[in-house]
């Protein structure tokens, strides 16, 4: 008989405790439902932000693919220059897209096209692209034998101290106005500055070699 009533007992808790559940989830059922609604909002607009990085990212890679095919074609065709200046636009990619145009200026030996292209580059961000074009300018200042002022921007690059660009690329370009300037005392320690600080680069190999030509000639 105890073990009826007790068997009983417990059967009723569980029905009160399950209409106390049942109770308390009517009571809430509007903010329980907006709850969800709002968990599967969150979900959504997750898996609809990631979907909608990954498009811009193949987008963005077609369009960098564009631009160098473009830029590929211009000694053969130098008429896809306006398809590449349409290319780049004025987005994401423009600054790109002048540096591609200001190496087809100085292939073609026009200098100031070169530097107009690349003045239209801003200075934020400081980003690969933006050293590369500085670089650049730098090189065409020193083309037209213009040495103090490329010596300048390779020193201000190097003292940007760039985490994304070759800084052993700009010293050299660097030590290369300064010999070309006739400074070779200076351009020597540049030198051998880049042995140092990059032994096993392209760069640092080359710079050992001009480093023993100029102490060859004194």
Same mark, same amino acid.
């Given at each position: 008989?105890?073990?009826?009533? =007790? ?60 631009? @160098? ?7 053969? =065709? ?34 100031? =096209? ?7 580059? =801003? ?43 070759? @800084? ?9 106005? @300064? ?40």
């Amino acid at each position: 008989m105890k073990k009826v009533v =007790k068997k009983q007992l417990k059967g009723d808790e569980f029905v009160s405790t399950m209409n106390k559940i049942w109770r308390f989830l009517q009571a809430r059922i509007k903010e329980i439902l907006i709850g969800v609604a709002v968990l599967i909002f969150i979900v959504l607009l997750y898996s609809g932000v990631r979907f909608i990085r990954a498009q811009q990212v193949r987008k963005e890679s077609r369009l960098i693919s564009q631009l @160098l095919e473009l830029r590929s074609t211009l000694s053969a =065709k130098p008429e896809n220059l306006a398809a590449l200046e349409k290319a780049a636009g004025g987005g994401k990619y423009a600054r790109l897209g002048h540096v591609l145009i200001a190496t087809f200026w100085v292939e073609r030996g026009d200098l100031e =096209k070169a530097k107009e292209s690349l003045g239209k580059i =801003k200075p934020s961000p400081q980003d690969f692209i933006y050293f590369q074009s500085q670089d650049l300018l730098a090189q065409v200042n020193a083309m037209q034998k213009d040495y103090d002022r490329a010596i300048a921007m390779y020193t201000k690059i190097e003292e940007a101290k760039p985490k994304d660009y070759c @800084l052993d690329a700009v010293l050299f370009h660097k030590a290369e106005a @300064l010999e070309a300037k006739g400074s070779k005392p200076e351009a020597l320690a540049v030198y051998k500055q880049i042995q140092e600080q990059f032994p096993q680069s392209y760069y640092g190999y080359d710079a050992a070699e001009r480093a023993r030509k100029i102490e060859a000639s004194e």
